[in-house]
């Protein structure tokens, strides 16, 4: 055709006559260039072949916007199928930011039954699958598969014993059919914040919420002006006493007298719980973590310079961080080293853990994947620690070793700062407030010293 624009008479093509376009077609494609370039009175207002060019070569503002608006649910499977990668670094979250993140993201449900986790040496996790034999499933290929097998909604576990407030997963639950771009902090606030949950299932949640938030940000799922959530405006009331089993251990710490009889009762259980006792015997001793202590691996050991070097990807700071080869320490190499050489263990050598586990299956220590996978470690120490609870009497777990030590550190080398180079904390603040922990027997004596200073009572007497 021939239309006029702008003084000029211009020619336009609609397209080549052939099989599959015909009059109809051209018909079609003529009131569509009608009604976008002319107004109501016939007048062309716009250039046909100019516009046409630009709806093939460009995108506008409201396509891209339109675009990126996905859903919580469909953000939560791009998350899950990009392996967990961190916001602001390259790499994946931890095989424990993982495990947490999964059970608010798609847990309370049998498709997370069909997850392994595991993590390399710089600190980045993975997710693999395996087959269920409860569920009778087989293992999924992918993510995508294992989304399919378990549809929003199908798959909740609704036995007492794994969910006892019978609650549904984000994925599962009617807010993830919202788009992430209509989120903000008062829908967040009344979906976390219902009676039933604890406190720290409150907080736990709003993490969860936060990471999926910061995903979208850092992967430009929103508009150019995202939406703002403040999340630390998002706070929730403290309960007067936790309902967490292990808070009544937060400020405690072992007193100098039953340090003696928790080192005894360990050695006397060598033999009944290897690899768990000397675990114990080396929390004890260092003052480390429980996580970055269970994946030690013997390669950290330098006995010429006496020394263990934790890598960086173990450690919760994410750097390189030094134990020295004390006799106490010492002592725990050896007591491994003991256990190393019973007939039964001697094929432990091959694992590449400090603390293997001993529920090791044999029949696979000939294949290095298995032998360097976090199926050939300790995960819980459980077993031998109930055991000294039970024997001695002693109340506590094993988290108080880090606050003893510390504590211990700080009295004998008198300031924070050095204490802090043993530790491994970062600021001197966080060892005053949370680990610096004062047993009832110390504080008597502190409170007779002070007392002294009233000593003029003695006169008026």
Same mark, same amino acid.
């Given at each position: ?23 109809? &077609? ?32 460009? @995108? /506008? ?83 995508? +598969? ?124 060598? +033999? ?11 929390? *004890? ?15 950290? @050991? ?5 020394? @263990? /070097? ?35 263990? *001697? ?15 044999? *029949? ?11 199926? /050939? ?17 002693? @109340? ?44 009832? &027997? ?17 006169? /008026?007497?």
């Amino acid at each position: 055709m021939r239309y006029w624009f702008n003084g000029k008479s211009l020619p336009f093509t609609f397209g080549e006559f052939r099989t599959g376009y015909g009059v109809r &077609e051209c018909r079609l494609d003529y009131m569509n260039v009608l009604d976008q370039c002319s107004n109501n009175k016939g007048l062309w207002v716009k250039d046909p072949k100019q516009t046409i060019h630009d709806s093939e070569t460009k @995108i /506008t503002k409201a396509n891209i916007v339109e675009s990126q608006k996905l859903t919580i649910r469909e953000v939560i499977e791009r998350i899950c199928i990009e392996g967990f990668p961190k916001a602001k670094k390259i790499g994946n979250l931890s095989a424990h930011s993982i495990k947490s993140l999964v059970k608010y993201f798609i847990g309370y449900n049998w498709r997370s039954r069909h997850l392994i986790y595991t993590e390399n040496s710089k600190g980045h996790g993975k997710v693999s699958f395996k087959a269920n034999e409860h569920r009778r499933t087989v293992k999924p290929e992918s993510w995508e +598969d294992l989304f399919k097998k378990f549809p929003p909604g199908h798959g909740l576990i609704k036995d007492k014993r794994f969910n006892p407030l019978l609650e549904t997963s984000l994925y599962d639950s009617d807010l993830s059919k919202l788009v992430i771009d209509e989120l903000n902090e008062g829908i967040i606030r009344k979906y976390v914040d219902i009676p039933k949950r604890a406190f720290g299932t409150k907080e736990n949640l709003l993490d969860a919420i936060s990471t999926l938030w910061n995903y979208s940000l850092s992967n430009s799922l929103f508009g150019d002006v995202p939406p703002k959530i403040e999340f630390k405006n998002i706070v929730f009331k403290k309960p007067e006493q936790s309902n967490y089993v292990g808070a009544k251990y937060n400020n405690l710490r072992f007193s100098d007298n039953e340090m003696p009889i928790i080192f005894n009762a360990l050695m006397e259980r060598r +033999d009944q719980y290897p690899f768990q006792a000397e675990a114990l015997l080396f929390l *004890q001793f260092s003052g480390r973590r429980l996580p970055e202590t269970l994946k030690m691996k013997p390669g950290y @050991i330098n006995k010429d310079k006496g020394v @263990i /070097t934790l890598n960086y990807g173990t450690t919760k700071g994410r750097k390189e961080e030094f134990v020295d080869i004390t006799p106490p320490i010492k002592l725990v190499l050896d007591s491994l080293e003991y256990q190393l050489k019973k007939p039964e263990f *001697q094929k432990y050598r091959f694992v590449d853990w400090l603390f293997p586990t001993t529920r090791i299956n044999s *029949q696979r220590l000939h294949e290095d994947s298995y032998v360097r996978s976090e199926a /050939t470690r300790l995960k819980s120490l459980r077993g031998c620690w109930n055991d000294v609870v039970k024997t001695t009497g002693i @109340i506590g777990s094993p988290k108080m070793f880090r606050k003893t030590f510390s504590s211990l550190a700080k009295l004998t080398l008198g300031t924070s700062s050095k204490a802090r180079a043993l530790t491994g904390h970062e600021q001197d603040s966080t060892l005053d407030v949370h680990y610096d922990k004062t047993s009832r &027997e110390t504080a008597r004596e502190y409170a007779h010293q002070v007392a002294e200073v009233f000593n003029f009572i003695k006169k /008026t007497g």
